[in-house]
């Protein structure tokens, strides 16, 4: 099984905060810091996981997910995707869902929930039997 994520986050101190989160359990990052780049992003890689924020500067993370579950890539119908939302009281996560995400996780990122939700789907491979 693949260990590959993508993470589509404008935010560079969250991006490092995640690479290396995720990355100290071996798993592999790619990031993308518009929703463009990220749509193909996911489009050209063999991602596993797609860790998505809202957002973006150019198409917010509703359209990216909109844009990845209606992708012509085959596997990109399944491909699990966490948003992550800065608003989820304010229906950021009902509009997540709604979008296509398969799960939501609310700011400022808590680690220990970011690598609960991830293995949900994608075992990591440092403590992988
Ligand atoms: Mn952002």
Redesign the pocket.
Known sequence: MGSHILYI???PDNMMLVRRALESRGYQLSGAATGLDGVSAAEQNEIDLILL?I??PDIDGYEVAKRIRSSSKHNLAYVPIIAITANALKGDAEKALSSGCDVYMSKPINIRELWARVEAYVPAPSIAK
Do not use: G, H, S, W
Request: aromatic share 0%; glycine share 0%; hydrophobic share 15%.
């Open positions: 986050e404008d935010n924020d957002n973006l």
